[in-house]
T-cell receptor, first 113, second 115 residues
Framework: AQSVAQPEDQVNVAEGNPLTVKCTYS??????LFWYVQYPNRGLQFLLK??????LVKGSYGFEAEFNKSQTSFHLKKPSALVSDSALYFC???????????FGTGTRLQVFP | DTEVTQTPKHLVMGMTNKKSLKCEQH?????MYWYKQKAKKPPELMFV???????INESVPSRFSPECPNSSLLNLHLHALQPEDSALYLC??????????????FGPGTRLTVT
């Protein structure tokens, strides 16, 4: 069965500092991995995805994520956080041939000025 | 254009009302989804349409009835809802249901309140 874990309910970081939002996954085959961001009372916005190839994936708004197969992780990173990055972040996985996107429980990112 | 639109943005309905939520996309996507999301929780999949046919029904109560009139439109008909059905209802679309790792594009959602 597929599953995704986001071990931190909330991550706090000062503006200008690097940020990391953690995600680990479990699938039976090769994973497709996604990060989404959700601002209050809005839909989910796609940030980036890993399908195959380079382990470092670059996405929207300066975010990037590193795929680590041995650790089954796909952590979201940004070199310098902005207050406007404060939002709810969801990691999601689908295995090859699967028809459903499995979401993690979400991590609230709070960036302080 | 990577936009999924949803109407209305907000809906308040009584438990005896009948209402519908609408979703539209013009990206040529052949898979469309309905999700329910409670506050600070991940979206929960409700229904999936693939090539205008219902592909997945996640054991959703019959008071929710989906409809896909054409490849661009997705409706969710609501009848005799309960207060616990109050949530943000999200529509999404993707080029196809399986195969390559296509991302899903989400609409802004309809905030539903059942009184």
């Amino acid at each position: 069965a597929q599953s995704v874990a986001q071990p931190e309910d909330q991550v706090n970081v000062a503006e200008g500092n690097p940020l990391t939002v953690k995600c680990t996954y479990s699938v039976s085959g090769n994973p497709y991995l996604f990060w989404y961001v959700q601002y209050p009372n809005r839909g989910l916005q796609f940030l980036l995805k890993y399908i195959t190839g380079d382990n470092l994936v670059k996405g929207s708004y300066g975010f990037e994520a590193e795929f680590n197969k041995s650790q089954t992780s796909f952590h979201l990173k940004k070199p310098s956080a902005l207050v406007s990055d404060s939002a709810l972040y969801f990691c999601a996985v689908r295995d090859w041939g699967g028809d459903k996107l499995i979401f993690g429980t979400g991590t609230r990112l709070q960036v302080f000025p | 254009d990577t936009e999924v639109t949803q109407t209305p943005k907000h809906l308040v309905m009584g438990m005896t009302n009948k209402k519908s939520l609408k979703c539209e996309q013009h990206m040529g996507h052949r898979a469309m989804y309905w999700y329910k999301q409670k506050a600070k929780k991940p979206p929960e999949l409700m229904f999936v349409y693939s090539y205008e046919k219902l592909s997945i029904n996640e054991s959703v109560p019959s008071r929710f009835s989906p409809e896909c009139p054409n490849s661009s439109l997705l409706n969710l008909h609501l009848h005799a809802l309960q207060p616990e059905d109050s949530a943000l209802y999200l529509c999404a679309s993707s080029p196809s249901l399986t195969g390559e790792g296509y991302e899903q594009y989400f609409g802004p959602g309809t905030r539903l309140t059942v009184t």
